[in-house]
């Protein structure tokens, strides 16, 4: 069979982009609050303002005459990211992991000179990787140093979190490790494994690349089940605070986890997609009618965390 | 839930106004819904011919038809040079008047001519008095006397004056009649006309009303033909149609009358031997032509209204542009339904704009060779380190610069199709490019294919839609389909059903 049959798909509670878009980001996510996500400059102001932690940030370039001196704002950092402000879906990010004699170094290995760092700035300020083409703002922070407990479950990236937190409490959650075929990306189409996290406990369930099971990373073999998420009660409450900072009902919480810091928010996502699913093998719909039905009855972030943590736990 | 029930409802109304805006304009405005139906304009002319004396000042006037069920004059004119020409009332006949000064010499023709047309929703109400004057001094005692057997036997066996005349006709037009119908028949009977008139005095006697009529057969070529004398009689409060030869006419919408009572058809003064003949022509024409014609005529609002009120230029660009939701509403299924990706969301309408003056085939053909080419050329200009604007602009530059030598090689090798591609849109085709690129950079050339080969499927898709005659006609002459398409789009726009790639896509967790 080519195609699944609609009516076990809903069986299951599998959540389609038609219903996403119309019942859940049109019904729970105001438009007015879109900029909060969707401007990472703003996303982390917010954010501090809220005292939550993100990557510190060196700086950002707003106008094309800045390009040239792009060096002062990185402050003498060996290792920085630039990102544009209102990108989407990872697109335009460039990570340096180091940077000698006017050399800078992708965790590829593949070395850039300045006028690729310049022309890759002014790109973001025309607009090429916004989302509606507008003009943009290049956003310069520190690289996360990542986790050694990720060693060998990441290929040249860094490892991300992505929690849905639904109307307030965190419902489903996968860990994107980066491969050799996603070119250190952590985007699942573009071929990074993801892996379904346990919202009770932070151990990886099951695995999928390009929408199929996986049990070992294919680039370093490291096998998958072993994977588990340090900090998880801290990476809960992180996720849950954004739903009282952005007020989204629908909310995809990208966060990653520092060596010295512990866990930051990288970005924030009005639109989280629906891969998620297929790594946790698991609907979201069934999930989130569980949440419908008590939503309101929890009045903390704690309380609403117990909730899930009690009633989203994998029977294996 | 209660805002899909409204969205529900509006589609629901948007798409029950277009369809009963479209089934009045069909059935009370006689648009045709399909393209190649055809309908008949009939083309009148009388024909006034008369001698003139020298220097003498004339008079001609014809009685003129006017308005009647089931046919509408859409045009009415008068050809005599040096004449002037009027149209009178005289108690409530129309006549046209020509006049002049000082006539020429010799025979002289006027020429009158109007265009008709079969229109069942043009009525006119029957009047009950009409002028008809009846001379009954010539009708002699004898014949009268012998009349008047014929006339009591057959009022017997009649019960109205329908019947009565239909009678009476029957009488006179028998193979083998008695004695003194033949005695009538030889002495008062010796023309139409003549016979006519006998049997209007008849019917008169015997109390009914009746009046005289001049009329024409409809039938296509019939060349100097005279008015059919007819009769028409008063009865069950509408006047009733005879032929003096054939009797009853109960289906009359193949007859237009000319002429109705007793003036005459032609009056002449400072003239002699004047006639008038008719020639009858049928013209065949598009049926919207008819319709859109009999709706000026009628003064239809909704036509008021319509985009027939454009210049034709205007109409011609309209008739494109009604296209365009069409392509769009393909997109969205596309979108919504199957889950196609495409490159930009209106891309494939533009591309199947383009294809629309292309051709289909030579179209996706220049857009492989123009992408493609292009592609390549920006992969060069990526080299440079140009600004994005500087560097879309380059390629726009390179695009055209493609497309001109793409023109010239057919044309050296007589492929005369490829001229065409100068329609691409080609600002879009350079973003694409740019675009497509930046996505081969970032995610790879599997999905630059997917998103190229999405955007072809559907602007193909949308090329049949937008090319189909039958959909184009019926946009065009019923634009309020839009209006459903508008419902539809509102409705696709609300379903959050399961996408055809999503069935796919989430194959994997639907365990056996």
């Known amino acids: ?316 | 839930m209660q805002s899909i029930y409204k969205i529900l409802i509006f589609s629901f109304l948007l798409i029950v106004a277009a369809f009963s805006l479209m089934w009045y304009k069909i059935v009370y405005l006689g648009f045709p819904l399909l393209q190649d139906k055809t309908e008949n304009i009939w083309n009148i002319q009388a024909k006034i011919t008369f001698n003139s004396k020298y220097k003498q000042s004339g008079v001609v006037s014809l009685t003129l038809p006017s308005k009647q069920n089931g046919f509408l004059i859409i045009n009415e004119e008068s050809s005599s040079p040096n004449y002037g020409y009027s149209v009178q009332n005289v108690n409530d006949v129309r006549k046209g008047v020509w006049s002049k000064r000082e006539l020429q010499r010799g025979s002289q023709v006027l020429y009158y001519s109007i265009d008709i047309i079969k229109d069942r929703y043009s009525k006119v109400d029957p009047q009950k008095e009409f002028e008809q004057i009846i001379y009954q001094e010539d009708v002699s005692t004898p014949i009268m006397v012998a009349g008047k057997s014929i006339l009591n036997s057959i009022y017997e066996k009649s019960a109205n004056a329908t019947t009565f005349t239909s009678l009476l006709i029957d009488e006179f037009n028998q193979k083998d009649p008695s004695q003194s119908t033949k005695l009538i028949r030889n002495n008062f009977m010796k023309n139409d006309i003549q016979k006519r008139d006998t049997l209007l005095k008849m019917v008169d006697y015997m109390g009914y009303k009746v009046r005289t009529v001049g009329a024409l057969y409809l039938e296509d070529r019939k060349r100097n033909v005279d008015l059919v004398p007819m009769l028409e009689v008063f009865d069950k409060g509408k006047w009733q149609l005879f032929d003096i030869n054939k009797g009853r006419i109960s289906n009359n919408s193949h007859i237009f009358i000319w002429q109705r009572g007793s003036q005459f058809l032609l009056e002449a003064e400072g003239v002699s031997n004047s006639n008038v003949k008719f020639s009858i022509t049928k013209n065949i024409v598009p049926a919207r032509n008819a319709a859109l014609v009999k709706d000026v005529k009628n003064q239809s609002a909704l036509l008021d209204f319509s985009l027939f009120i454009l210049p034709n230029e205007t109409q011609n660009t309209f008739k494109f542009l009604l296209l365009i939701p069409l392509g769009a509403l393909v997109v969205v299924f596309m979108r919504v339904f199957v889950g196609i990706k495409t490159s930009g969301t209106f891309m494939p309408i533009l591309l199947s704009m383009a294809f629309i003056e292309t051709e289909l085939l030579p179209g996706i053909v220049m857009f492989i060779v123009v992408v493609t080419m292009g592609l390549v050329v920006r992969s060069y200009l990526s080299y440079l380190n140009l600004l994005l604007v500087a560097r879309i602009s380059s390629v726009l530059i390179v695009v055209l610069a493609i497309m001109a030598f793409v023109a010239i090689m057919s044309e050296k090798l007589n492929l005369e199709y490829a001229t065409s591609i100068t329609f691409f849109p080609i600002i879009i085709l350079s973003w694409t490019i740019e675009r497509m690129s930046i996505i081969w950079e970032e995610d790879g050339a599997k999905e630059v294919f997917q998103q190229g080969t999405g955007s072809l499927i559907v602007s193909v898709l949308a090329y049949f839609a937008m090319t189909n005659q039958t959909l184009s006609f019926i946009t065009f002459n019923f634009p309020e389909v839009l209006l459903a398409v508008l419902g539809l789009t509102i409705l696709l726009g609300r379903y959050s059903g399961y996408r055809l790639s999503e069935l796919y896509r989430f194959k994997t967790m639907v365990k056996e």
């Open chain 1, 1 to 316: 069979m080519l195609f699944a049959n609609p009516f076990s798909l809903r069986k299951l509670g599998i959540l389609g982009m038609n219903n996403r878009n119309i019942n859940f980001i049109g019904k729970y996510n105001e438009r007015k609050n879109y900029p909060l996500v969707d401007n990472k400059l703003q996303t982390k102001h917010l954010a501090q303002e809220h005292n939550l932690a993100v990557p510190e940030l060196l700086g950002f370039i707003e106008y094309q005459v800045e390009v040239n001196s792009f060096e002062k704002y990185i402050k003498d950092e060996k290792s920085f990211v630039i990102k544009p402000a209102k990108g989407s879906g990872g697109k335009g990010i460039l990570v340096i992991l180091d940077s000698k004699n006017g050399k800078y170094i992708k965790p590829s290995g593949e070395e850039l000179d300045k006028t690729d760092i310049r022309r890759h700035i002014s790109n973001i300020l025309s607009g090429l990787y916004s989302l509606g083409g507008k003009n943009d703002i290049a956003v310069f922070e520190k690289v996360v140093n990542f986790d050694d407990r990720f060693d060998g479950f990441s290929f040249e990236g860094v490892p991300d979190v992505r929690v849905v937190v639904y109307r307030g409490y965190p419902s489903l959650a996968m860990m994107r490790l980066s491969t050799s075929e996603s070119d250190g990306k952590a985007n699942l189409h573009q071929g990074a494994v993801g892996v379904g996290i346990d919202i009770c406990t932070g151990k990886a369930l099951s695995a999928v690349q390009f929408n199929r099971p996986v049990k070992y990373h294919p680039d370093t073999n490291k096998e998958l089940k072993t994977l588990e998420v340090p900090y998880w009660d801290d990476i809960l409450y992180l996720c849950s605070q954004c739903y009282e900072m952005t007020n989204m009902g629908y909310l995809g919480a990208d966060i990653v986890i520092d060596k010295q810091r512990g866990p930051l928010i990288l970005e924030l996502n009005a639109r989280p997609g629906l891969a998620i699913q297929i790594a946790n093998d698991l609907g979201a719909l069934t999930r989130f009618k569980q949440i419908d039905k008590v939503y309101g009855k929890h009045k903390t972030i704690q309380e609403r965390i117990d909730f899930s943590k009690s009633n989203f736990c994998s029977k294996g």
